[in-house]
Nanobody
Framework: QVQLVESGGGLVQAGGSLRLSCAASRSMFSINVMGWYRQAPGKQRELVAVISSGGSTNYADFVKGRFTISRDNAKNTVYLQMNSLKPEDTAVYYC?????????WGQGTQVTVSS
C-alpha cells in the first residue's frame, strides 16, 4: 500500500555532488526514523545516515563532513545531500523508513562516481 519513491541518483565525477530524495507514496501518521543505506555489488549493505523524528542525526564515519541528511515531515520525504563524492561512494542507495516496528525500503537508486 505504501511505497518509497527515490530519485536523484546518477553518474558524477569525483568531487561532484548529488542530492537524493525519497518520498512515500502515501502519507503516514508518523515515521520514527528515516535513513539511507548503500550497497556495492558483492558487498554487504551498510548504514549511511539516519535522522529521527526529532531531527537528531547520525552518520557513518566514512561520510561525516561530506553528506547531510534532512527530512520534510509534511511531505514524508527524506533527503541526502552528497558533496565531495569519491569513487568509493559508488553503490546503490536505499532509503528506509521505520514506522513502529515496521521497515519500509525504497527500490534503490544507483550512484556512480568516476575518478
Amino acid at each position: 500500500q505504501v511505497q518509497l519513491v527515490e530519485s536523484g541518483g546518477g553518474l558524477v565525477q569525483a568531487g561532484g555532488s548529488l542530492r537524493l530524495s525519497c518520498a512515500a507514496s502515501r502519507s503516514m501518521f508518523s515515521i520514527n526514523v528515516m535513513g539511507w543505506y548503500r550497497q556495492a555489488p558483492g558487498k554487504q549493505r551498510e548504514l549511511v545516515a539516519v535522522i529521527s523524528s526529532g531531527g537528531s542525526t547520525n552518520y557513518a564515519d566514512f561520510v561525516k563532513g561530506r553528506f547531510t541528511i534532512s527530512r520534510d515531515n509534511a511531505k514524508n520525504t527524506v533527503y541526502l545531500q552528497m558533496n565531495s563524492l569519491k569513487p568509493e561512494d559508488t553503490a546503490v542507495y536505499y532509503c528506509n523508513y521505520l514506522v513502529s516496528v515496521f521497515n519500509y525500503w525504497g527500490q534503490g537508486t544507483q550512484v556512480t562516481v568516476s575518478s
